[in-house]
């Protein structure tokens, strides 16, 4: 099992581009989450899902977009980046039920905006 | 307001010397504790959790409902333990998971 995977690990974009973050997971986990991870900050929930089809915000949704129409995939989307976008992003997922405190994360995306 | 707060950005000590990461939160209900670590190059995983009462890798927490901390100890540190730790708390109610994270404490175990 691969785990949690993301793609692409670097990128540079220049402010106003967009892009597409893709998550893939290959436990059958119900649940996906896409935070960003900032110094000082720690890490903070932008996006989540319960399940295929459905998503909600976190805490600092604003600026993003997610999809999840396959059960293993969850994408994050920047439609016009910003600079204050420049973060390291971390997806994660867990099982539904008593296990959903443990969340499985990928690798992280280093993402900078100019 | 649910809140994480870990009070110190970068925790110094020795090998061998006892390790103590502060975490303390804030949430009306009864909480779920977590401690997550990011060795380096590596992935951020789960370390323990209140509930289980465990001990990983020679760490302990205990759940202070009266101070609202959940600290995170050692009593002799290894170098291996350097890493980013992360306290985190289960936010809400129903199955959603969410978890909020504190802002992180670097450990750095000197030889």
């Known amino acids: 099992n691969a785990g949690v995977t993301q793609t692409p690990k670097f990128r540079v974009l220049k402010t106003g581009q967009s892009m597409t973050l893709l998550c893939a997971q290959d436990m059958n986990h119900e649940y996906m989450y896409w935070y960003r991870q900032d110094p000082g900050m720690g890490l903070r929930l932008i996006h989540y899902?319960?399940?295929?089809?459905?998503?909600a915000k976190g805490e600092v949704p604003d600026g993003y977009n997610v999809s999840r129409l396959k059960k293993q995939n969850f994408l994050l989307g920047l439609e016009s980046a910003a600079p204050s976008q420049t973060s390291v992003y971390f997806c994660?997922?867990?099982?539904?039920?008593?296990?959903?405190?443990?969340?499985?994360f990928g690798p992280g995306t280093r993402l900078t905006v100019l | 307001a649910q809140r994480v707060t870990q009070p110190e950005k970068l925790l110094s000590v020795f090998k061998g010397a006892p390790v103590e990461l502060k975490c303390n939160y804030s949430?009306?209900?009864?909480?779920?504790l977590f401690w997550y670590v990011q060795y380096s190059r590596q992935r951020l995983q789960l370390l323990l959790r209140?509930?289980s009462r465990e001990s990983i890798k020679g760490f302990t927490a205990d759940l202070n409902k009266g101070e609202t901390s959940f600290h995170l100890k050692k009593p002799f540190a290894q170098e291996e333990d350097s890493a980013m730790y992360y306290c985190a708390l289960r936010s809400g109610s129903g199955n959603t998971g969410k978890l909020i994270f504190g802002q992180g404490t670097t450990l750095q175990v000197k030889p």
């Open positions: 899902s319960v399940g295929e089809g459905t998503t």
């Open positions: 994660a997922s867990s099982p539904p039920g008593l296990r959903t405190d443990t969340q499985y």
């Open positions: 209140h509930i």
């Open positions: 949430y009306s209900g009864s909480p779920e």
